[in-house]
């Protein structure tokens, strides 16, 4: 009985093995098991104990236990896979191949004239697209879904809306968009910073703090984007030129706390002799409320008693602002 019980059960593992046998294809030659590892879209690597193994794009369950028994020892020795370059090069053909089949093509396949380097070497970078100018920083695409560079950026475009909106993203919220990892965050974050020291730069060198406009223009790509109210002070000498910039508090949407000790103990330390205000309001609208009017009293009260004198408060709002001495309102409580 116990006989019979284990032939009916190995009749039909057998019954199960030919079937696979029959679907499963035979493979021998380097270009065959090169055909396979493209269409599972399966990537060679060699870990640093030596073991050749693969990684796969979306593998299919049920195919997986298929996939291993084709791509054994005897495969990798017909596919010559033995060092770290030996995977490198096989993996650029196996991604070369899949973006072709995909319709896309990594921009080094591209004509010159349609690469973004080279066309910011050939035309100038103020003539390039804004996909484009991201693609140069991005460096490379997504290899896995054979999506440029460029198409990486334009993606990422489309997602965000415009360079102001990347700029506001927090890193994780940048890499959910696939393709996008850590690396690539992290490189856009660093060119967008880039373009806020430039244009602070500029205000920086010529030193001397002369208009509500000047102070606008210094503080404008940090403050105009924030989602949350931050107050800050510009120290300047007794010639009103630029010395230091200090946070002094980071509230919700709708408030700051600014305390007036703390104010004077940062103008005082660094022997500062005039100060000007800076905060933000994240709904856009620079226009002062009866909070800002009375804290901006409070501090002009505080500093006239050590002899600090207080030039302007100025309150940034997207991409316009409100001066404290142009609206008449400086005034001490």
């Known amino acids: 009985m116990n006989e019979y019980k284990i032939k009916v059960r190995d009749s039909a593992k057998v019954e ?7 679907q499963r294809p035979v493979l021998q030659t380097r270009e065959e098991l090169t055909e396979f590892l493209i269409q599972n879209m399966a990537y060679p690597y060699r870990s640093k104990k030596g073991t050749i193994f693969f990684r796969r794009i979306k593998p299919q369950d049920e195919d997986v236990g298929i996939f291993e028994k084709l791509i054994n020892d005897d495969a990798l020795d017909i596919l010559g896979l033995e060092t770290e370059e030996d995977c490198r090069l096989l993996r650029e053909r ?10 896309h093509k990594a921009i080094k396949y591209w004509s010159a004239d349609e690469r973004p380097r080279e066309m910011l070497m050939k ?10 100018l991201l693609a140069i920083i991005l460096r490379t695409g997504d290899g896995a879904d054979g999506v440029s560079a460029e198409e990486l ?23 959910t968009i696939r393709g996008i990892g850590m690396a690539k965050a ?12 430039f244009l602070r730069e500029e205000t920086e060198q010529k030193r001397r703090i002369r208009t509500a406009e000047d102070v606008f223009n210094f503080y404008a790509p940090y403050l105009r984007n ?33 305390h007036p000790r703390e ?24 226009k002062p409320s009866e909070e800002d009017i009375e804290i901006t009293s409070r501090l002009i009260q505080t500093c006239n008693l050590v ?19 142009d609206e008449g309102l400086m005034k001490e409580g």
Not at 94 to 103: D, L, T
Not at 307 to 325: A, C
Request: proline share 3%; no cysteine; net charge positive.
């Open 263 to 286: 104010v004077i103990k940062e103008v005082v330390k660094e022997s500062a002799a005039a100060v000007i205000f800076v905060h933000n309001h994240p709904s856009g609208e620079p």
């Open 226 to 258: 924030l989602k949350e109210e931050v107050f800050k002070i510009m120290l300047l000498d007794g010639m009103n030129k630029f010395m230091k910039d200090i946070t002094i508090s980071k509230g919700s949407l709708t408030a700051s706390i600014v």
């Open 94 to 103: 196996i991604k070369a191949e899949v973006n072709r089949r995909k319709g």
């Open 153 to 175: 950026a334009k993606k990422l475009l489309s997602r965000f809306g415009s360079f102001k909106a990347l700029d506001t993203a927090s890193i994780p919220e940048l890499s």
């Open 186 to 197: 992290v490189q856009i974050k660093a060119a967008l910073e880039i373009g806020k020291r």
């Open 16 to 22: 199960k093995i030919q079937k696979e046998s029959y």
């Open 307 to 325: 002899g600090i004198r207080v030039l302007d408060h100025i309150i940034i709002g997207g991409n316009s602002y409100t001066s404290f001495v």
């Open 123 to 132: 035309y100038g970078a103020e003539n390039l697209s804004p996909a484009k």
